[in-house]
């Protein structure tokens, strides 16, 4: 299980201009980057964009306030909201009023990327809050367990988005994904045990992240006055799909 889990007493904070970026469970699935992204207040950060048959990138804000801003627009966020850039069509630069976090998810585009987003794909750039995002609802949660889908499936390359919401006691039960894999990252104020079938149970904590290998049997639980909160991110491995 370690390999599939980071502590965030393990991440590395280290700031060169106000930014610090630290990659998550490196290497944990080919072409995958998942950064923690710190930026101190005042800062502005111009993240490097990526052509349009190169790379996608993702940005989730999970605490702090600031804009993100385009030449045509600036985006105000605070806490939890997302971003994705149009490519390379149009710098982008981050400018942060208080002190920043946020996740960078950045996935090299690969031939069946390329194909689907050449047919179909979302609006670029695409901004919005969490909780405008649509609610669905799966058999396997537990009573009074919200659940967001963020970025929408296959309007992204092999990328989606989600976020599941919950106090405790509350279980998301035994599930598992036949062609994907995934990615949690525990939003603060967090705290659960996070279960794959034959590999063994860990304690996640707010800024945690865990990897989740295609078929792997899944659970995730909390207790009383806790809450079981994470972000996740899905990456259709496109060799085991039947269609």
């Not at 930014?19 to 992204?37: D, H, I, R, W």
């Not at 639980?221 to 991110?233: L, P, S």
Request: aromatic share 14%.
């Amino acid at each position: 299980m370690s390999k599939s889990y980071q502590s965030h007493k393990d991440m590395q904070v280290n700031y060169v201009n106000g930014v610090s970026e630290f990659n998550m469970l490196e290497g944990a699935y080919p072409g995958v980057v998942t950064a923690k992204v710190n930026l101190k207040a005042g800062t502005r950060w111009e993240p490097e964009v990526y052509s349009n048959d190169d790379r996608i990138q993702i940005f989730f804000t999970t605490a702090g306030s600031g804009y993100f801003a385009t030449p045509e627009k600036a985006y105000n966020f605070d806490e939890y909201y997302v971003f994705v850039p149009n490519f390379d069509a149009s710098p982008v630069f981050v400018q942060a009023a208080t002190d920043v976090e946020m996740l960078r998810l950045v996935f090299e585009l690969s031939d069946w990327d390329k194909k689907e987003i050449e047919e179909c794909i979302m609006t670029l750039p695409r901004f919005h809050k969490m909780e405008d995002s649509l609610q669905y609802e799966e058999s396997f949660k537990g009573e009074g367990m919200i659940s967001y889908l963020i970025l929408e499936h296959e309007f992204l390359g092999r990328a989606s988005l989600g976020a599941v919401l919950a106090k405790g006691p509350n279980v998301n039960g035994e599930h598992a994904h036949p062609d994907l894999v995934q990615w949690y990252y525990a939003l603060p104020g967090s705290k659960f045990s996070y279960t794959v079938k034959d590999e063994g149970t860990v304690d996640v904590e707010g800024g945690d992240m865990t990897f989740t290998g295609v078929k792997k049997i899944h659970s995730s639980e909390t207790k009383a006055g806790e809450k079981i909160d994470y972000i996740w991110f899905e990456m259709i491995v496109p060799e085991e799909r039947n269609d």
